[in-house]
């Protein structure tokens, strides 16, 4: 360096780079934070110098570790190796809480001693701006952060987890955040094809290579050229096509039915299923060298039990995209705690069912616990009869006749769900005029009509 010239002190190193960055002693302590880290905290420099990064991140009074979180400074610590994990943080926005990725890395002084470590703070989009992933949990979290790791690569990666918790939206995610998210996302369900069907589908087929093939087909590899294929429920895939699917990742090329030249694909390959891969490995039913090709990166979505602090955000998400849902937002504190007494053996899928099944009953009245119906706890009619049997069937049950004086005194009762045989009077009285009952009943027409179709009544 010529003379005259000073080195670049520290403070104007990490104010260079374009996110948060905040360099943190073995005590928490924060000893340099740039200015992107001081707008997004809403703090100054003098009142971060030697603040507790709990404190002023997590707004909390011991070291996230203590409260179930990972902790990247005692990561970095322990290892001396590069940590990323994701958290949940308070910004200094009007949104409070959001999640961000951090990427913590070793900082030794010059004798090689480790002392500090410097944070690069990446905000994620919102659960608004991304509806994938909902959830704060620490297992969403920790889900939400190999994903994150992964989905830059160009690693295969085989989601595994019990039927309903999202496998699909995982995958999407991971190509959201990939190099090839301008491309298509395509999707393969193994266990609604047929035998003889997949292989078409996965491959494409010349013109006249078997009976009823009249035309080329383009299969779903070539389709999902520059993009993702997710290939759920894999270990459906007959062990023949197994074979032709390892060719294919090992390659890159596909050969469609009945062609004689190989096609050059650029597709990244998503798997999942909900069985133990390695059981069906000594099965025989799954490949090992697949197996083990699927599995550069494996990432287990977790259950709903799992995640319960998750419910209220996923009930919540689930009622502003339902229709009339949001008319029940906020939901109470009662139905909460019903919503999490229940252990959900179907996971997000049984929940987002629970809660459509609950704003058709509620049938445009206020959502009780009374309307959030488990499949294994039916609808109980006004005789004691069962309402609701299984998954998703309603069988109406007419009760005793109401006296007719009882009538208008119950139809005239708001906050209430319909009682079934008060919709059926009703309706008789206004000699099947759905806009008079509906009127009378203190309901839209829309609404009634949705209770009725619910109910199977033909009309």
Do not use: W
């Amino acid at each position: 360096m010529s003379e005259g010239r000073c080195k670049p002190s520290c403070q104007q190193v990490i104010n260079s780079f374009p996110g948060p960055y905040v360099i943190i002693d073995r005590d928490y302590n924060i000893m340099v934070a740039n200015q992107a880290y001081r707008n997004h905290y809403g703090a100054e420099q003098g009142n971060l110098t030697g603040r507790k990064c709990y404190a002023v991140s997590h707004h909390k009074d011991e070291p996230c570790s203590r409260c179930g979180e990972r902790c990247p400074l005692e990561e970095v610590m322990l290892t001396g190796e590069i940590s990323q994990v994701v958290h949940v943080h308070y910004g200094h926005k009007e949104e409070g809480e959001e999640r961000v990725q951090i990427t913590a890395t070793p900082l030794f002084d010059d004798n090689g001693s480790l002392q500090f470590i410097g944070e690069y703070i990446s905000p994620l989009p919102s659960e608004k701006e991304n509806k994938l992933l909902v959830g704060r949990s620490q297992a969403m979290l920790r889900t939400i952060s190999l994903l994150q790791r992964v989905a830059p690569t160009r690693s295969t990666v085989i989601l595994l987890g019990e039927s309903g918790v999202g496998k699909e939206c995982a995958a999407q995610y991971l190509h959201q955040f990939s190099n090839c998210s301008e491309g298509p996302f395509i999707v393969l369900d193994c266990g609604t094809l047929g035998e003889n069907l997949i292989e078409s589908e996965l491959f494409g087929h010349e013109k006249g290579s078997f009976t009823g093939a009249s035309a080329k087909k383009v299969g779903l590899f070539e389709a999902a050229n520059g993009g993702t294929l997710f290939i759920d429920e894999v270990g459906e895939l007959p062990l023949e096509l197994q074979t032709k699917l390892l060719r294919v990742l090992e390659t890159g090329t596909i050969r469609r039915v009945g062609g004689t030249g190989y096609l050059k694909v650029d597709v990244r390959v998503v798997a999942a299923t909900n069985r133990d891969p390695q059981a069906m490995v000594r099965a025989g039913r799954l490949r090992e060298d697949l197996y083990y090709r699927l599995s550069a990166f494996p990432i287990r979505i977790p259950s709903l039990r799992e995640r319960k602090d998750d419910i209220p955000a996923l009930a919540e998400h689930f009622l502003l995209n339902m229709e009339q849902g949001d008319m029940h937002l906020p939901l109470s504190v009662d139905v909460i705690g019903e919503l999490l007494s229940h252990d959900y053996p179907g996971n997000v899928r049984e929940l987002r069912n629970i809660l459509e099944r609950a704003v058709i009953l509620a049938a445009g009245d206020a959502l009780t616990p009374e309307h959030m119906v488990f499949d294994d706890n039916p609808v109980r009619g006004p005789s004691g009869d069962d309402t609701f049997i299984g998954r998703g069937e309603f069988k109406p049950v007419v009760s005793a006749p109401i006296p007719e004086s009882d009538l208008s005194r119950l139809i005239s009762k708001r906050g209430a769900r319909p009682d079934y045989d008060v919709v059926l009077r009703t309706l008789s009285r206004c000699n099947g005029h759905r806009g008079q009952a509906a009127s009378q009943l203190g309901i839209s027409e829309r609404t009634l009509y949705r209770y009725l179709k619910e109910l199977r009544v033909e009309l």
